[in-house]
């Protein structure tokens, strides 16, 4: 798996703390993928979660999503050089960002991201597969936090929940907190 690569401008401290939340990140993906493909090792919250945030049940529809955990695991393997972010693009609070189906151009990460938990919620290994799930996804930001997720499930905008980059973001962060 490639680790961050040279030529970035992180600096003497954010590359070993990058490397270590790539390789992290990469692992927990192969563990959600596997519990996708068997759905026995899913605990009953996931399944919920699944449910409720996907519309998700059926072997097949899992398969869907294991591949699409796929592609962002893909791309994590074989990333870009991550860069920090242009601080016009970047709010106080902003993670990072990403230009969604530009594979070329990777992950920029905000000030801000440095300063938030490697796991848990809003972490930064779950900021990487956000942001990365705009790139090979093609996924946007309809809302924000599990808050926003809750808003397009009671609109009933399924469409817009399985294009939200924070759904995959907090399913994530879900599973390892099982």
């Known amino acids: 798996m490639q680790i961050v690569r040279e030529g970035t401008d992180l600096n003497v401290y954010q590359k070993p703390l990058l490397e270590e939340i790539i390789v992290k990140t990469f692992n927990r993906l192969r563990r959600i993928i596997k519990a996708l493909r068997n759905p026995d ?6 399944k919920d979660f699944l449910k409720t945030h996907w519309g998700v049940s059926s072997d097949r529809e899992l398969k869907l999503l294991a591949d699409c955990y796929t592609k962002i695991q893909d791309y994590i393997s074989r990333m870009p050089p991550i860069k920090n972010g242009e601080e016009a693009s970047c709010g106080p609070t902003d993670f ?38 705009h790139i090979v996804l093609n996924t946007e930001d309809h809302e924000y936090g599990v808050s926003g997720d809750k808003k397009l499930r009671t609109n009933l905008n399924k469409s817009k929940l399985k294009s939200n980059a924070d759904t995959y973001e907090h399913f994530f962060e879900l599973f390892k907190m099982e």
């Open 41 to 46: 090792n899913l605990t009953s919250v996931q």
């Open 96 to 133: 990072g960002y990403a230009y969604p189906g530009n594979e070329a151009q990777g992950i920029y990460l905000c000030p801000y991201f440095y300063t938030i938990d490697k796991k848990g919620e809003d972490s930064q290994m779950g900021t990487l597969v956000h942001e990365a799930s």
